[in-house]
């Protein structure tokens, strides 16, 4: 069973940064779309920035110019460098993987944008 663990949430400033962590039991090569998605109370997982094979990127519009997604396949290990945070990115924020049809999601990392 493939696991992906996400890792670097926390509580920041607004204007601060954070680089969440998502961990791979396989080699992140073979995982052929890896993305983040978050969720804020009360609101539906939305997704926020995808990586492909190939590294081709996308990102939601509310993510575009400050958050970076990327992916190290020898640590196994998908990033997503988030700066200029704010209030609104407040969320649990989790790691998808796809390989063929099998889904993968990751536990979830709490990320709080609070003065």
């Known amino acids: 069973q493939v696991q992906l663990v996400e890792s670097g949430g926390g509580l920041v400033q607004p204007g601060g940064s954070l680089r969440l962590s998502c961990t791979a039991s396989?080699?992140?090569?073979?995982?052929?779309?890896m993305a983040w998605y978050r969720q804020a109370p009360g609101k539906e997982r939305e997704l926020v920035a995808t990586?492909?094979?190939?590294?081709?990127?996308n990102y939601a519009d509310s993510a575009k110019g400050r958050f970076t997604i990327s992916k190290d396949n020898a640590k196994k290990t998908m990033f997503l460098q988030m700066d200029s945070l704010n209030a609104e990115d407040t969320a649990v924020y989790y790691c998808?993987?796809?390989?063929?049809?099998?889904?993968?999601w990751g536990q979830g990392t709490q990320v709080t944008v609070s003065s």
């Open positions: 396989i080699s992140t090569f073979l995982i052929q779309t």
């Open positions: 998808y993987g796809r390989i063929g049809a099998d889904v993968l």
């Open positions: 990586i492909k094979t190939g590294h081709i990127t």
